[in-house]
């Protein structure tokens, strides 16, 4: 985790774009509160189906990048970590080293990759100001 957040201040000087947006600490919390809200939305809220609680949270996500972040090297490194921390979570289901009671997207549950996505905006978020 601590990576991710010191890869988010790199990659901005990286491609010269400094991050502007809301930078005050106010911001991160706020912008870790809604992580956990949509982290906490996944496990207790009662969906109809696999689905809608997908979208929902992809809504929710990018509502979070939107809101946070807006750089388009932010949303990229975030859909990059979610995809990457997928494929880690469903090769460690493949070989037997953990275990989904109902998987529903390959071995691992659809909304995975939206939960990933916005822990890494968070983190990013986090490693921005921390970088200041």
């Not at 659809?110 to 986090?126: D, E, H, K, V």
């Amino acid at each position: 985790t601590a990576a991710i957040g010191l890869l988010y201040p790199c990659m901005d000087r990286h491609l010269g774009e400094p991050h502007k947006f809301k930078r005050e600490w106010s911001s991160v919390m706020r912008c870790v509160a809604v992580f956990v809200g949509i982290n906490h939305a996944s496990a207790k809220v009662d969906f109809a189906n696999n689905i809608q609680l997908s979208l929902t949270l992809a809504a929710l996500s990018i509502g979070l990048w939107w809101t946070f972040d807006r750089s388009r090297s932010g949303f990229g490194l975030g859909i990059g970590i979610a995809f990457l921390a997928t494929l880690v979570s469903q090769l460690l289901v493949y070989n037997g080293v953990y275990q989904y009671t109902s998987p529903d997207f390959l071995y691992v549950r659809s909304w995975l990759p939206c939960i990933f996505f916005a822990g890494g905006i968070t983190m990013g978020n986090i490693g921005r100001q921390l970088a200041m």
